[in-house]
């Protein structure tokens, strides 16, 4: 019997004869989306359903799903998919993370040019009938210096773009190497000096709690007088209203935006103002990238249903049916050591070292690095997942390394996740008892024993006498009740750890006490 799937919202019809020329029965509903109640009373006739944003899965959506193998968005963003209720139905969701970045890229080209030379309100100006030549002032790019904010996949294609406009392009992304911003012919600086020195600043990064108003008040305010500041990433990246009061000011001389913190933009401190261009949401639209996204899911979702490959899955990695028992708790163990690192790290990665010992080491190891390092680098790149994390590595010039060998120590398997940067190298190593959950054993070189938990402390400290007493008093006034409490250290006297599960959310100014308590030398609020 012929895989069924339901495409319940627009998509190129070249994707419908994909599914077509593969042996896939295919059902085009193209406005089913919009009707939550008729998408769940059909969805359990199908194997596959492709969307785009307008269809919501919801939980109550994929309780229906009865034969429900796979989701398939037609572009990168799945926030209209609830990923952990699919998961737990075991749903692959794939997205097409790399479809629409010429676009994206492309037009954060065409803001800074409208924004140069004044182009949309000069148009109004002269099909009003008027002619003002001399109103119209714009400045040149050639020769300007051009400062990205993120630079990886749209970010890299903006810098290239930039390069060849032969304008002066600087960088600033934790993640990008020298090795690849010397590739890219660009300079990497630190956040002050873009905002000091560049005549145009285009935003190309995740909205992370790092990258929220990114450019606030404050930063604004270190700009060089006489900034251009285009958005076409995310809205909450800028705070508009400190921006709206530096473009009546002059220091910003102007401002163009495709993306707002609230959308549909129906109002916004920006609009209304002659030296502002925007744009509703346009990054991603153009003829080009519909079509190639919605070819890219159909041949996705199509090898997926007929023979079991899985790319560009954002919950689950590129494994077989038959090795997943296996793998799943080793890929939660990864993915978790990385997350655990990467919530620690401030600083740009050098080198990613791996590795694995003991039964683990006979498994599919690539599929455990994917996860490990997709969980080291969400908390500053949301959107990555176990696919895409390697490549995404790879563009901001991080090395990963993995090793292979028997047992020789304790533990049956074994991993162990290094990161090298320019100031340090630290691990942390895991394994997978019998109970299938994993755990953390050794922090930096110090035995510990720790599950992990949706929220943790982690503290490193002087071993002193009493230290304990006064952390786990200063939590309990606090209100914070403690799950689990996991200590290390490296002998009397020396460096100790102490990694706790909590109820709940750490509040900030938990965090402020604890770090001020005598012999505490580091203290971050950590999820999982």
Request: glycine share 8%; hydrophobic share 45%; with cysteine.
């Amino acid at each position: 019997m012929a895989p069924r799937v339901l495409i319940s919202d627009k998509l190129s019809p070249a994707a419908i004869q994909i599914f077509k020329d593969r042996g896939v029965e295919v059902d085009f509903q193209p406005d089913l989306g919009k009707d939550k109640d008729k998408l769940a009373e059909i969805i359990g006739n199908y194997d596959g359903l492709a969307i785009r944003s307008a269809t919501k899965v919801t939980p109550k959506i994929l309780e229906k799903a009865s034969r429900l193998k796979v989701i398939g968005r037609a572009g990168i963003g799945v926030d209209n998919v609830d990923l952990p209720a699919a998961t737990a139905k075991g749903v692959i969701v794939m997205n097409t993370p790399f479809g629409n970045s010429i676009t994206t890229a492309e037009h954060a080209i065409a803001m800074m040019f409208a924004l140069a030379r004044e182009i949309p309100a000069a148009d109004v100006s002269t099909q009003a009938g008027k002619w003002e030549k001399n109103r119209f002032m714009g400045v040149e790019v050639t020769g300007k210096t051009l400062g990205i904010i993120g630079c990886g996949n749209i970010g890299s294609i903006v810098a290239e773009r930039g390069v060849g406009l032969k304008m002066k392009v600087i960088a600033f992304d934790p993640f990008l190497s020298p090795e690849r911003a010397l590739d890219l012919g660009v300079e990497k600086v630190e956040l002050d000096d873009l905002l000091a020195r560049a005549d145009f600043i285009t935003l190309h990064t995740p909205l992370t709690e790092k990258t929220k108003n990114i450019l606030s008040a404050e930063n604004i305010a270190k700009t060089k007088k006489g900034v251009r500041i285009i958005n076409c990433a995310r809205g909450g990246l800028v705070d508009e209203a400190a921006l709206a009061a530096a473009l009546d000011s002059k220091h910003v001389a102007g401002a163009a935006f495709d993306v707002f913190t609230v959308e549909p933009a129906e109002t916004n401190p920006l609009f209304g103002r002659a030296n502002v261009v925007c744009t509703p949401h346009l990054g991603a639209a153009t003829t080009e990238a519909q079509e190639n996204v919605a070819l890219q899911v159909a041949e996705q979702m199509s090898d997926y249903l007929l023979s079991g490959a899985i790319s560009n899955a954002v919950n689950f990695p590129s494994i077989t049916a038959e090795e997943a028992p296996k793998l799943k708790p080793f890929i939660e163990l990864a993915e978790k050591l990385g997350s655990f690192a990467g919530q620690l790290t401030d600083t740009d990665i050098k080198t990613v070292r791996i590795t694995y010992e003991g039964a683990v080491a006979d498994l599919k190891v690539k599929a455990l690095t994917s996860a490990a390092v997709a969980g080291l680098l969400r908390p500053a790149l949301p959107d990555v997942n176990v696919v895409s994390a390697p490549s995404v590595a790879k563009e901001r010039g991080i090395v990963i390394e993995e090793m292979t060998r028997a047992a020789t120590g304790d533990y049956d398997s074994l991993i162990t996740l290094a990161v090298v940067t320019d100031k340090y190298e630290r691990s942390v190593s895991g394994t997978v008892f019998a109970d299938g959950h994993p755990r953390i054993v050794n922090i930096k070189g110090i035995k510990v024993d720790a599950e992990f938990a949706p929220a943790m402390i982690y503290v490193t400290n002087e071993d002193k006498p009493g230290f304990i007493g006064r952390f786990a008093g200063l939590l309990g006034d606090a209100g914070v009740n403690i799950a689990t409490f996991a200590l290390g250290r490296d002998h009397a006297g020396g460096d100790a750890i102490a990694l706790v599960a909590v109820d709940g959310k750490v509040p900030s100014d938990v965090l402020g006490k604890v770090l001020g308590l005598p012999h505490v030398k580091q203290a971050k609020a950590l999820g999982f």
